[in-house]
């Protein structure tokens, strides 16, 4: 008898659980979004989670929601800012009345996966309704991080854009009369840049190394204009030669500079990146890799030197996309799970297409305006360091990293293979691309 | 059988389902934690292993992929499984060791003991965070006062948490400075061995090292087989230490186009816990992210099992 009891309430918590199990099993949010009265003039609050928090960015997207409400009194929008990804995602999972019904993310890698789970409805239907026409509105690059198979489940709310920056004053003393515009020029301006000291540096041309702050990969590889996958989503970064070419050049570097522990143990010596001890900041580095933000910092700390950014260099084979760089950026979305979607659509058209609303919002957080007629408007107040990245954003020949079933998790395998192949680690490099195609092949059937 | 057919009076029946139900009432707080606590999330991990499942979508079963992929193809699962284990047997051993050693030379002061006490038992109330910034600051190879004092007196100067042969050590001494919390532990066990047997000892003609062989640790072994259980199962946890230091030490913070990689340098950080957040909120993989869990959890009760097993063998032929 004694036997029976724990066997009889191990059944009944095994049952219990199997219960719960169910119950979770039919769980998922495959709710459909509604439509609103919002088109018929009737009051309707909708939520807008954000993950800006300094005051000025915050202030900036209240002005502009402000903006929106005048233009339509009907529509209220509760702004929630410093949202971080995991948290919107968690909420967006859970669905319910308090989840947002409109969403912004600075992860545009994560684009694949909310397409293709569907967890951001697709706006291509609120956009034929309306009748924009994205590729004539958007640029390329951004359109193009913004969608994933066809599903345009975001679109771009301001950009960022890669260029060089480069110290002046170090130009003038080695010498050197303009920016490089190809690697030649790029090497060649890097050895007279580069002071030795003792086993180090007093001053490095250009870090190289791919822990160089914004000098990853993904950026440099923008250079080229790569493919990644390709038709049927497979990796083609073993295929594509624009890939190991880059990997080579970049080794190349890195060796002609010392070496990659030489070079390391001077990236130790580095502050924080988005501090006064930025190595560019200090003088450090003569050159680096970076995006448009830079500008409004280096203009706000007076450095004892000149500095100014040019477009990044490109492979002296592709000379003539001289001008092009890495993009990536924000994007804005609805939640498949909204009820109020005429309402929340009404918002991310605002936002992203208003051009008053893109000009006002870039000029006040010194982000790149993402439709041309933005980057095109006599309202936005670049200095000559920031159009360099307008122009950047312009450039029909400027790339990005495409959205992936599984976030960035091609990235990080293509990164492995950098840090494996800079350290000497990885020394056969056509067997290193096949091994990460497949790695990055093997992840996204994972994934499907 | 010989029971069936004696009619039970009525009463004894009520009395038997009121003892019955006040058992229950007493059992159910305990019923309630292990069902929502433990039953549960470990059916559902047993469950989501064989499911295909991105935390948005309805599960579906997709049979043994989730364990295929892992073992063959996830990268550097090895690799993490590999430093895992490095660091349950090093930096537990040496977790023990320490405090055990701190436990008993504070014991043996005789004065400022309580200043010792707080010295030791402060770090440990560091949280993780900051704790490890502050190492990875103290050990920056460039910039940090560690190498700077050991370059000055000629010693060499490792690459603490940027190289991948010094990773794991330069965790291990984060983990050993954060000590307080064994060393307590044991100076209560120290101070609870009985004074006669150590004079019986000494009488017999045991030396130090005799007295802590034959008196201490038998008296204490209890402890010590807590901390090693404990600090095996909180290691096979290890997560937060170790995506902080390789984080900070990188200098990638990530996003669009500039991927954190996780184990910086080298994989040579890389551990279950993180793969298991990996695969479950970056990937979106909780299928998979369930497999790691289920490998973590065979690992810490294979673990614990053979140290309880071990130590029951120990007590049985002692007496």
């Known amino acids: 008898m004694l036997s029976r009891r724990p066997s009889r309430l191990l059944a009944a918590v095994t049952g219990s659980a199997v219960l719960a199990l169910l119950a979770t099993a039919c769980t998922g949010t495959n709710s459909t979004g509604g439509q609103d009265d919002s088109a018929a003039g009737k009051d309707v609050t909708i939520t807008f989670w954000h993950g800006w928090s300094q005051d000025s960015e915050t202030k900036a997207i209240e002005d502009n929601v402000a903006a929106f409400q005048k233009a339509h009194p009907n529509i209220h929008v509760k702004i929630v800012p410093h949202i971080e990804d995991e948290k ?73 854009a890669y260029g060089l920056y480069y110290n002046k004053t170090a130009f003038a003393a080695a010498g050197i009369t303009a920016p490089p515009k190809t690697f030649s020029e790029f090497e060649a301006a890097v050895a007279k840049l580069t002071v030795a000291e003792g086993d180090g540096f007093k001053q490095l041309g250009f870090m190289p190394n791919y822990h160089g702050y914004e000098t990853s990969i993904a950026h440099l590889l923008g250079q080229y204009g790569p493919s990644y996958f390709d038709g049927e989503g497979k990796s083609t970064i073993a295929a594509d030669p624009k890939v190991a070419a880059l990997l080579d050049w970049q080794k190349s570097l890195v060796g002609k500079l010392g070496g990659f522990e030489k070079l390391e143990k001077y990236r130790t010596g580095f502050g924080d990146e988005f ?81 008053d609303a893109v000009v006002s919002f870039a000029n006040a957080i010194h982000n790149v305006p993402s439709t041309f007629e933005a980057l095109n408007s006599p309202k936005l107040t670049p200095d000559p360091n920031f159009r360099t990245f307008i122009d950047i954003a312009k450039n029909p020949n400027s790339g990005t990293t495409p959205a992936s079933l599984n976030g960035g998790a091609y990235q990080v395998s293509l990164q492995n293979l950098g840090f494996d192949y800079e350290s000497g680690k990885q020394t056969d490099l056509k067997a290193g691309l096949a091994a990460t195609a497949k790695e990055i092949d093997a992840a996204v059937n994972q994934a499907k | 059988m010989a029971l069936v057919g004696i009619p039970v009076p009525a009463a004894l029946k009520r009395k038997r389902r009121r003892e019955a139900l006040r058992t229950f009432a007493f059992l159910s707080p305990w019923l309630i934690g292990f069902s929502v606590f433990f039953a549960y999330p470990l059916i559902s991990t047993v469950y989501f292993s064989f499911m295909k499942y991105d935390g948005f979508s309805a599960p579906t079963f997709n049979g043994l992929q989730n364990w295929s992929y892992v073992f063959n193809d996830y990268p550097s699962f090895w690799q993490g499984l590999r430093n895992t284990l490095w660091l349950v047997v090093v930096m537990v051993t040496l977790r023990v060791a320490f405090g055990l050693g701190i436990g008993l030379l504070i014991t043996k002061v005789k004065t400022g003991a309580g200043i010792f006490r707080t010295l030791f038992y402060l770090p440990y109330l560091a949280p993780p965070v900051a704790a490890t910034i502050a190492f990875a600051f103290l050990l920056n190879p460039g910039t940090g006062p560690v190498n700077a004092f050991l370059g000055d007196l000629g010693l060499p100067t490792p690459g603490w948490f940027n190289d991948p042969d010094w990773s794991k050590p330069a965790l291990t001494m984060l983990a050993m400075w954060g000590i307080g919390d064994l060393m307590v532990i044991f100076m209560a066990a120290l101070l609870d061995v009985p004074r006669e047997q150590y004079e019986a000892a000494e009488l017999d003609g045991a030396g130090p090292w005799q007295k802590f062989r034959f008196v201490t640790m038998p008296n204490i072994s209890p402890i010590v087989l807590f901390a090693v259980v404990t600090g095996v199962i909180q290691t096979m946890q290890y997560y937060t230490q170790a995506i902080v230091a390789g984080k900070v030490a990188s200098g990638v913070i990530g996003g669009s186009g500039q991927q954190f990689e996780p184990g910086y340098p080298n994989g040579s950080t890389w551990t279950l816990p993180q793969m298991v957040y990996n695969l479950g909120f970056q990937r979106f993989d909780t299928g998979s992210a369930c497999v790691i869990a289920l490998i973590l959890f ?9 140290l309880l097993r071990r130590k029951s063998g120990l007590l049985a032929s002692e007496d």
């Open chain 2, 298 to 306: 065979v690992i810490s009760m294979a673990f614990t099992s053979l």
């Open chain 1, 88 to 160: 919107s995602e968690q909420a967006l999972r859970a669905g319910g009345a308090d989840a947002p019904d409109v969403v912004s993310s600075f992860t545009t890698d994560n684009v694949g996966k909310f397409c293709s789970a569907k967890v951001w409805a697709d706006l291509n239907p609120f956009l034929k309704k309306d009748g924009i026409d994205p590729a004539k509105t958007f640029p390329a690059a951004m359109l193009k991080y913004s969608q994933f198979q066809g599903n345009q489940c975001s679109l771009p709310l301001l950009g960022d």
């Open chain 1, 275 to 355: 501090s006064a001890k930025n190595p560019f900041h200090t003088g450090q580095v003569a050159m680096a890799m970076d995006g448009e933000w830079r500008t409004a910092a280096l203009a706000e700390e007076k450095l004892p030197f000149e500095w100014a950014t040019a477009p990044f260099p490109v492979p002296d084979d592709q000379a003539a996309t001289y001008g092009r760089g890495y993009q990536t950026g924000t994007i804005i979305g609805i939640a498949r799970g909204s009820q109020k979607q005429t309402a929340a659509w009404e918002l991310v058209k605002y936002l992203t297409t208003n051009t």
